[in-house]
């Protein structure tokens, strides 16, 4: 059993893909294609390859909380991804994950152009991460 995140983007697309212990995020990558129909593909491909049984959706609400056109877009690709996987998708409220993950990169010494070809790898897995610690409190409360 393993939990794919996936950071939808534009033109990056960050996966980060769980440990089988659900412990940590084991595997991380960036998909770099405009087309829908290709990040779905390697979606496809990376479930079957890693054994993924969940998926976890950045959910990039605004900061107030409302919801814009990108959680719009967002919204429709979780129903894609179920019925095309036929796995569950959570929408996981992403604010801030992107900001985060440049930050961590910063610190760590990665110049603007390195961060870039990370960042979004990057971001899934502190999704994937944040995810994993919730469901680990949720089974021990």
């Known amino acids: 059993m393993k939990i794919m995140a996936i950071d939808y983007g534009d033109a990056h697309t960050g996966i980060a893909i769980s440990d089988a212990t659900l412990t940590l995020a084991g595997y991380a990558t960036v998909l770099h294609s405009r087309r829908e129909a290709e990040v779905l593909e390697a979606i496809d491909r990376l479930i079957a390859e890693h054994g993924v049984t969940e998926l976890v ?8 909380g409302t919801l814009g056109s990108r959680a719009e877009k967002c919204a429709a690709l979780a129903q894609t991804l179920r019925t095309r996987t036929g796995l569950s998708v959570t929408l996981w409220d992403e604010r801030r994950s992107t900001v985060e993950a440049h930050s961590i990169l910063y610190e760590n010494g990665k110049n603007g152009r390195r961060r ?13 991460e944040g995810y994993l610690a919730r469901k680990r409190w949720e089974a021990q409360s």
């Open 57 to 64: 959706l950045g959910y990039p609400k605004n900061m107030d």
């Open 116 to 128: 870039k070809k990370v960042v979004d790898a990057v971001a899934a897995s502190l999704m994937l």
